[in-house]
């Protein structure tokens, strides 16, 4: 069974730090692109950073390069999103996505930037 389980969500203030995890299980995580999206209320949901699984090429959203990275440790079936310089702009609800012989989706975990 395929599993998705986001983490490390929560309330920041501007310009402060969060580090979201997602746990996976149920496939070959290595071999699988992997990816963080976030959906923020009225809008479409949007391509955040994404780690491929052969090679390891890592792209970012135009809107978060220098703020954040994603990385991924295949031994423990994990990928993790570190925001740094957090603005009120990236409040959203953040999914995490698998990508390979199949599409998965996490439930996703809240974010929210405010004062």
């Known amino acids: 069974q395929v599993r998705l389980m986001e983490s490390g969500g929560g309330l920041v203030q501007p310009g402060g730090s969060l580090r979201l995890s997602c746990a996976a299980s149920?496939?070959?995580?290595?071999?699988?692109?992997m990816s963080w999206h976030r959906q923020a209320p009225g809008k479409e949901r949007e391509l955040v950073a994404v780690?491929?699984?052969?090679?390891?090429?890592?792209n970012y959203a135009d809107s978060v390069k220098g703020r954040f990275t994603i990385s991924r440790d295949n031994a423990k079936n994990t990928v993790y999103l570190q925001m740094d310089s957090l603005k009120p702009e990236d409040t959203a609800v953040y999914y995490c996505?698998?990508?390979?012989?199949?599409?998965?989706w996490g439930q996703g975990t809240q974010v929210t930037v405010s004062s």
């Open positions: 780690s491929t699984g052969v090679g390891n090429s890592i």
């Open positions: 996505n698998a990508v390979g012989w199949g599409d998965y």
């Open positions: 149920g496939f070959t995580f290595s071999a699988y692109a």
